[in-house]
């Protein structure tokens, strides 16, 4: 059965305080893992997606990698605006379950000024 | 570019009745896919259209249901509504489906009395 757990659960930071967020996961095949933020009171917005392990992909303060097991999310030099939920997906490639996506649970970020 | 909308953003309702939610795609996208989201559960998918067709299913029951228009456009209906069916419901749309990055609409708070 196709899993993804996130960790840690919570995370509060520092401005400026620099850390990684955890996905372990577990696919038959893996299609492509997913990074999204999540606002209080919004839906998902789309950071990354990542195909096969070695990837990497970057947007400002973010930077997301991926492996055969997991996937890290780096955040250097956070911001209070960085403070939101980050959810990781996992698109497996066979069976009934193709093109959907699993979530994790989500790992909320505090950054504090 | 518009983003993917949904309608209504807010709806009560009371336990036994149904409801129609509404979703409208990001303008060329053909599939659209809709999840359910609860503190307890987090994110779990519902199904996915593409083509007007049904192409995949999440493990709801039959009273979760939904449809897609020759324009992309996609309802969802939940029938003979429990408590247990108050969550954030959330539409999001991809160019094909599949591997391609789904964006996701703000979402209908269905509360259920």
């Known amino acids: 059965e196709d899993q993804v757990t996130q960790s840690p659960e919570a995370l509060r930071l520092q401005e400026g305080e620099s850390s990684s967020l955890n996905c372990s996961y577990t696919v038959s095949g893996l299609r492509g893992l997913f990074w999204y933020r999540q606002d209080p009171g919004k839906g998902p917005e789309f950071l990354f997606t990542?195909?096969?392990a070695g990837e990497e992909k970057e947007k400002e303060r973010l930077k997301a990698t991926l492996t055969k097991k997991e996937s890290f999310l780096h955040i250097t030099a956070p911001k209070p605006e960085d403070s939101a939920t980050y959810l990781c997906a996992v698109q497996d490639n066979y069976g009934g379950s193709q093109g959907n996506l699993i979530f994790g649970k989500g790992t909320k970020l505090s950054v504090k000024p | 570019k518009a983003g993917v909308t949904q309608t209504p953003r807010y709806l009560i309702k009371t336990r036994g009745q149904q409801v129609t939610l509404s979703c409208s795609p990001i303008?060329?996208?053909?599939?659209v896919s809709w999840y359910q989201q609860t503190p307890g559960q987090g994110l779990q998918f519902l199904f996915e259209?593409?083509?007007?067709?049904?192409?995949n299913k999440g493990n709801f029951p039959g009273r979760f249901s939904g449809r897609q228009f020759s324009n992309s456009r996609s309802e969802m209906n939940v029938s003979t509504l429990e408590l247990g069916d108050s969550a954030l419901y959330l539409c999001?749309?991809?160019?094909?489906?599949?591997?391609?990055?789904?964006?996701f609409g703000p979402g209908t708070r269905l509360t259920v009395t």
């Open positions: 990542l195909y096969s």
């Open positions: 259209y593409f083509s007007e067709t049904q192409r």
């Open positions: 999001a749309s991809s160019l094909k489906g599949g591997k391609y990055e789904q964006y």
């Open positions: 303008s060329g996208h053909r599939s």
